[in-house]
């Protein structure tokens, strides 16, 4: 059943375009399967499905970043169809194809086309009541028997993230909680038909607690009285027993996260009125109501701030927005790279340098007295005294993504101008810049603005102070990646800087070219570094020719080359070199 295409589909241009993206996508498969596409389009979660009606049969695409692609949420449907019984009523696969085109990787799925449409085809809510036969009802029962017998390994609610909750709510012993079913993990109307009953979307399909799937459908019924009162007379033998009623709680949980991020807002209220009403306990609600998740591990993070007090009103922005961070435990220090900070916030460290020991040197300095001060942060965050935070959850957002990807050793926002839009392309950290929406693992940072877990920054030594300015950040994504680690953009996280130009410092010339060579002899397999140096000689001629500089580059160029032996050579191994091409940066470029 499963193909490989054969014709590439260019990515696109820019973020604005992802939708023609997808569509080229459809376009493609269609070609490819000998069908035509008719009827609306139907586009899914964060633009990355689209679907669309072919004949008898509804062809979708879904896409995702090259080393995302192959995941749980990838495979599910046709896991789903090898797996689950017959039994239970669902769209037939008929074709699975995967292809590539450079940084994105789709995957088209044929299924039978069901005509019966679904109980609501607007929002996974309901916002009036619904009439459905005893027959329906009989089916879903049914159903929800069928799964229970799957054995499968998926997991579709992550059993860390339900024993942290069973035990701080409800006082439940998460091993008890461990009795699971295997079952559907988006339970929405908008995925169920009305009679016959059909359920259509197995992409996230596993095992599921007890109770979790009836309180999902439960909870987007809430603004439909009497079909959540039928939900729980139909479903009493399970919602009414501890495990079921554990099981509910963990899908409220994360319904009061959705209903925070607006899907749908309606909901949030009659949520947390059901959340209360079955633990007997308020529901937290500090700002936002997502906090269900934060208070037994409200994120505590070391912001480190340099300065050389030559940017006032900047640094005066940069810092009411910090400030105004909320959901975190954030502790400050504010260095003075060879001078007396003028703005510091209250409560905040000082550390005041005698000389400018370049910037990397002082984050450095910023960093170990916060750790000296005792009951070091898990995380470190270090800020340009000229960005600023757009929103009041920035940290608590980077903090939760970095917890979401453990394997990263930093976890970089999107950075844009003040007009939150503009991108340039030095910021994107990839080598395909046309897409900065787009998030995914990087090699690299935007040293200003980034968020790096202190535990792998101290392993590798913090950042190279030697470099003093620019390309300190490759320095240190290299070695965290030599260590084992990785970096992620989270593209959905943005921050603003001013739109300067590094050009701008006087020293940028000598020092960018100066500290390449460096950066390449400290880290680079011996065959890697005129490979390295001989790509960024061509591109770092080129741009000084057009943009000047010329005379301070060449001049760099041979500073770095005569005194590359004063830096320690630990070179990556090939296996590192193997992980940053697999990552989409040969350390050649």
Not at 164 to 175: A, E
Not at 294 to 306: F, K
Not at 316 to 322: F, H, N, P, R, S
Not at 438 to 466: H, Y
Request: proline fraction near 8%; glycine fraction near 8%.
């Amino acid at each position: 059943m499963e193909r490989a295409l054969r014709q590439p589909v260019s990515t696109a241009p820019t973020e604005h375009d992802e939708h023609d993206r997808m569509r080229r996508a459809h376009a493609a498969a269609t070609t490819q399967l000998q069908l035509t596409a008719t009827g609306p389009e139907v586009g899914g979660w964060q633009g990355r499905t689209l679907g669309r009606r072919a004949g008898s049969c509804w062809l979708r695409i879904v896409s995702a970043e090259v080393d995302q692609a192959g995941g749980r949420l990838w495979e599910g449907t046709a896991s789903a169809d090898t797996h689950v019984p017959r039994s239970v009523s669902r769209p037939r696969l008929r074709d699975v194809l995967d292809w590539t085109a450079p940084n994105v990787a789709y995957r088209a799925e044929l299924r039978e086309y069901i005509s019966v449409p679904p109980v609501t085809s607007r929002t996974p809510a309901l916002d009036q009541d619904i009439t459905l036969p005893d027959s329906w009802w009989a089916g879903l029962k049914s159903a929800l028997g069928a799964h229970a017998t799957v054995p499968t390994g998926r997991e579709s609610v992550h059993q860390n993230w339900v024993d942290r909750n069973l035990r701080l709510f409800l006082g439940i012993d998460p091993i008890r909680s461990r009795e699971t079913t295997t079952g559907h993990a988006d339970s929405h109307w908008v995925d169920l038909t009305r009679a016959p009953l059909v359920r259509l979307d197995w992409e996230n399909w596993g095992r599921l607690p007890v109770g979790y799937d009836l309180g999902v459908l439960h909870a987007y019924s809430l603004t439909a009285p009497a079909t959540a009162a039928r939900i729980r007379r139909e479903f009493s033998h399970v919602l009414d027993t501890d495990v079921g009623r554990a099981g509910e709680f963990v899908a409220l949980g994360q319904r009061l996260q959705a209903c925070s991020r607006g899907v749908p807002p309606p909901l949030a209220p009659l949520v947390a009125r059901q959340s209360e009403h079955l633990t007997d306990l308020p529901v937290p609600t500090p700002e936002r109501p997502d906090s269900l998740e934060r208070p037994m591990s409200r994120p505590r993070v070391d912001v480190v701030l340099l300065t050389m007090n030559d940017r006032p009103a900047e640094e005066a922005a940069a810092q009411a927005t910090l400030l105004a961070q909320r959901g975190v435990d954030a502790r400050v220090v504010v260095v003075g790279n060879g001078c007396k900070p003028e703005a510091v916030p209250a409560g905040s460290l000082t550390v005041c340098l005698p000389e400018n020991i370049g910037i990397p040197g002082g984050r450095n300095a910023g960093a170990d007295a916060l750790h000296e001060t005792g009951n070091a942060a898990d995380w470190l965050f270090f800020l340009d005294n000229d960005a600023s935070f757009p929103l009041p959850d920035i940290l608590v957002r980077l903090a939760a993504e970095a917890e979401r990807h453990p394997e990263a050793a930093w976890v970089q926002p999107r950075l844009t101008g003040p007009d939150d839009v503009t991108t340039p392309r030095r910021w994107v950290l990839r080598l395909r810049a046309s897409a900065p929406g787009r998030p995914g693992r990087v090699t690299s940072m935007t040293e200003g603005v980034v968020l790096i877990r202190r535990e792998a920054f101290e392993k590798v030594g913090g950042w190279e102070g030697s470099l003093f300015l620019y390309h300190e950040g490759v320095d240190l994504a290299w070695r965290l990646y030599a260590a084992g680690w990785s970096g992620w953009y989270a593209a959905g996280i943005r921050m603003h800087h001013p739109l300067t130009t590094p050009a701008r410092h006087a020293l940028y010339h000598r020092l960018a070219s100066h500290n390449r060579i460096w950066v390449a002899y400290r880290n680079l397999p011996a065959p890697f570094i005129p490979l390295y140096l001989g790509a960024w000689t061509v591109i770092t001629l080129a741009r000084a020719v057009r943009g000047g500089g010329l005379r301070q580059t060449l001049r760099g160029m041979r500073e770095g080359w005569t005194t590359r032996r004063t830096q320690p050579r630990r070179p990556m191994s090939w296996r590192t070199v193997y992980r940053l091409t697999a990552a989409g940066r040969p350390p050649i470029i």
